[in-house]
């Protein structure tokens, strides 16, 4: 079982910059490959970023390539996504999940965290 606990939402203004960081827990835990993922009201979760278990593989979304980094350090089991330049349509829980590969597609992710809320005034 692997466990994932979110941090670093709040509240900020349009051109701000966050950190998310996600603590992963449990076994085998700097083995998979990890991905964010955000839900805005109404509107059903969508991919963000992920990241391979090396770090050296990563994907984003187009809505966020460019203004969001993601990262990890296995050392300290956890996962990072720097957001930069944030817009009011930035808005969302995000979540960070766990997978057995490398994926945009939320099904392929086993495990989740349960959120942490970042909203961007503008």
């Known amino acids: 079982q692997v466990q994932l606990v979110e941090s670093g939402g709040g509240l900020v203004q349009a051109g701000d910059s966050l950190r998310l960081s996600c603590l992963v827990s449990?076994?085998?835990?700097?083995?998979?490959?990890m991905g964010w993922f955000r839900q805005a009201p109404g509107k059903e979760r969508e991919f963000v970023a992920a990241?391979?278990?090396?770090?050296?593989?990563?994907n984003y979304a187009d809505s966020v390539k460019g203004r969001f980094t993601i990262s990890r350090d296995n050392a300290k089991n956890t996962i990072y996504l720097q957001m930069n330049s944030l817009k009011a349509e930035d808005t969302a829980v995000y979540y960070c999940?766990?997978?057995?590969?490398?994926?945009?597609?939320?099904?392929?992710?086993?495990?989740w965290g349960q959120g942490t809320q970042v909203n961007v005034s503008s």
């Open positions: 999940a766990a997978g057995m590969t490398l994926s945009t597609i939320r099904t392929q992710y086993n495990y």
């Open positions: 449990g076994r085998t835990r700097s083995t998979y490959p």
């Open positions: 990241i391979n278990w090396s770090g050296t593989t990563t």
